[in-house]
């Protein structure tokens, strides 16, 4: 069973099979519990971390996870990166899908039980009904709090192909053109402004004189924001839900 998110830049196929190839092996001979591990760039702080434990057989540097480590604030990171034993967890992962479940009724039984309640249940005239019900019992928590952080059977291997996570507005910006200091897409124009990321549409953006926004026109929303706050933005959007009048909008 291969995990891979949907939000992820990968350059160089080959690598990046051959990567996925060796941590199929590792899964078959070790019985254990894969992820991908990136060598980290700059103090981030919006990945969580992976400390890189003893080494195991691999063309690709592999290891035993020492330990998972949550997303540290700017000075944490810093620290991490000088170390050099931290890895960037990218969120991909493989194992095998026995193995998973296994580890699974050992930390997660509430979810073991639902989830083997719903497999008794596939192919039934009770299935929907069933898996409703039991997704509402189900606690919305991820494989890395769940699992991977408690499993003594966690492995890494080291990411050697060109990886990002283009999963927010700061990351994505990687990818613009650049224009006088700013990333830029769209009818947008900037003058005296600096370190500003701007999603333009139709209408022409014009920033003048301004620093550190990230600007952007979705056509019946425009949102402009301090791009310090880009990890935060999720807690926005959850408020906006939960108003009548401005829900309708996301």
């Not at 080291?158 to 769209?186: A, H, P, Q, T, Y």
Request: hydrophobic share 40%.
């Amino acid at each position: 069973m291969i995990v891979l998110p949907s939000d992820h830049y990968i350059e160089n196929d080959k690598v990046f099979i051959d990567t996925i190839n060796q941590a199929v092996e590792t899964v078959e001979r070790k019985r254990g519990l894969v992820t991908i591990g990136v060598p980290p760039t700059r103090p981030e702080t919006g990945y969580g971390y992976i400390e890189t434990g003893e080494r195991t057989i691999g063309e690709i540097a592999s290891f035993k996870v020492e330990r998972f480590l949550e997303k540290p604030n700017t000075e944490v990171a810093k620290d991490l990166i000088i170390k050099g034993t931290y890895l960037w967890n990218s969120g991909m992962f493989v194992w095998r899908a026995d193995v998973f479940l296994r580890e699974m009724e050992k930390y997660l039984p509430k979810m073991y039980k639902s989830m083997m309640n719903i497999y008794s249940h596939i192919e039934t005239e009770d299935e929907e009904k069933v898996i409703r019900e039991e997704y509402e019992l189900i606690d919305g928590i991820s494989v890395d709090f769940g699992i991977m952080q408690k499993t003594r059977k966690a492995y890494v291997i080291k990411c050697e192909f060109i990886w990002d996570d283009i999963g927010n507005f700061l990351s994505l910006s990687r990818f613009l053109k650049n224009f006088r200091g700013n990333n830029v897409i769209g009818n947008t124009f900037l003058e005296e402004s600096d370190d500003c990321t701007v999603f333009g549409g139709d209408k022409l953006i014009i920033g003048f004189g301004v620093k550190d926004l990230i600007i952007v026109d979705a056509g019946d929303v425009m949102l402009v924001m301090d791009k310090n706050k880009d990890q935060e933005i999720k807690h926005l959007v959850n408020k906006l839900r939960k108003k009548d009048d401005l829900g309708k909008y996301i």
